[in-house]
């Protein structure tokens, strides 16, 4: 059975929209049977601890492909030698003080552990800064064909980020008539005929 590694956007979960989405695209009702597993953790607020959660969670699943939205797709670029889309990625969340400040936010989506609320501190925003400066290290020739990106063109983010995935990954990015979020008509019309058309192996 495939595996797909989903990661989700800042203050989201595991329980979004989106992975509901492609938990019933990959069912074969027919059969009764799940064509596909979807992996879709609670990430960790803070990216000192996000990460090696995330990489540590890659190496234990070994997916076959990672889907990542926005904070999810800048983590997922990090996942080397396997194929994953980032969907608007955010790579400068640090810089982004309308989204990551300093204070109590409530969780978007319901979490396994039950937490309606969760703090910001300063050196959460410190700890993705840092981050944020080595991201791109490790990026080899081989990796540079398994990372695409898809980018909104009604959303400010991608006008920043789409310029540096390109950078990075050059032919791997794509636009499409969206915003930022990606809903359920998103997913339908974009997300899913991308990667029939452009991962036929999956």
Known sequence: MKKILYLHGFASSGASGTV????????????AY???AVVAPDIPVDAAEALPFIKGLA?????????????????AQQLHGIARICINPCFALSKCYFILSVGKHKWLNKRRDGATDFHVYKETIQHFAEMEERQFDGIDDEDKTLCHGLFGDADPVARESRPVFASHYPGMDRGFEGGHRMNA??????????IRENLPWF
């Open 20 to 31: 509901a989405l492609l938990r019933r695209e990959y069912y074969d009702r027919r059969a």
């Open 34 to 36: 799940a064509r596909c």
């Open 59 to 75: 190496e234990k699943e070994s997916p076959d492909l990672v889907i990542g939205t926005s904070m999810g797709a800048m983590y």
């Open 185 to 194: 008509e998103l997913v339908a019309s974009v997300l899913f005929p991308f």
